[in-house]
């Protein structure tokens, strides 16, 4: 157990609906990172915050939004979604600030999106 | 951007046999990490490894920082060990944030 825990495990929608993905970050980490795992473009880099702040982003799709709230857990919103979109989305947590040196990031368990 | 491969792509070993895996990537980095996705999709961290040899049971680890490599040597294989396994590395990026840069993995089967 990671320690970083997501919400829910599973997912199934139709095309064009909008979902909220929940993670909770280890106890004392406050950047919070969103990764995107699907068959073709592989393990994909989203988007990052630090302490309530974006620090980072990846390949994120304007359709897509995120959000680090004060006790440090964060949401991924997924709006007009579409096939494409179904994937395996993973939240991960580490105690780096991303200003100098990193620290290990923990991966969730993953949220298994289905569009349908 | 960063690019990492990882090799061989596909392996399938014997029960008790031994491998190593190799990732390079190709650019300096502050972090290189190794995962092992088991076949129910879970990412757990088997190393935390920016630069010389770490080992944890049967499993090991060396990068080798300055010619921009790491291996993972699993020894005595169990059919427990299949699954993918990713090397990813990360950067502090301009803008103060930072990621993971993720290879395409080796598919690891074990069989009896």
């Known amino acids: 157990d990671s320690g970083v825990t997501q919400t829910p495990k599973h997912l199934i929608t139709a095309t064009g609906q909008r979902v909220t993905l929940r993670c909770s970050p280890r106890s004392g980490d406050l950047s919070v990172y969103w990764y995107q795992q699907s068959l073709d473009q592989g393990l994909q880099f989203l988007i990052q915050y630090y302490n309530g702040e974006e620090r980072a982003k990846g390949n994120i799709l304007e359709r897509f939004s995120a959000q680090q709230f004060p006790d440090l857990h964060s949401e991924l919103n997924l709006s007009s979604l579409e096939l494409g979109d179904s994937a395996l989305y993973f939240c991960?947590?580490?105690?780096?600030?991303?200003?100098?040196?990193?620290?290990?990031?923990?991966f969730g368990p993953g949220t298994r999106l289905t569009v349908t | 951007g960063i690019q990492v491969e990882q090799s061989p792509p596909d392996l399938i070993l014997q029960e008790g046999a031994n491998s190593t895996l190799r990732c390079n990537f190709s650019d300096s980095v502050n972090n290189l990490q190794w995962f092992h996705q088991n076949p129910w999709g879970q990412l757990i961290n088997l190393f935390y490894?920016?630069?010389g040899t770490k080992q944890n049971g049967r499993l090991s680890a060396t990068t080798v920082a300055t010619e921009r490599y790491s291996l993972l040597y699993i020894s005595s294989s169990q059919t427990t060990d299949s699954g993918v396994y990713f090397c990813a590395v990360e950067r502090v990026l301009t803008g103060g944030g930072n990621k993971l840069t993720f290879g395409t993995g080796t598919q690891l089967k074990v069989e009896l």
């Open positions: 490894i920016p630069s």
């Open positions: 991960a947590s580490s105690r780096t600030s991303g200003r100098s040196r990193v620290h290990e990031q923990y």
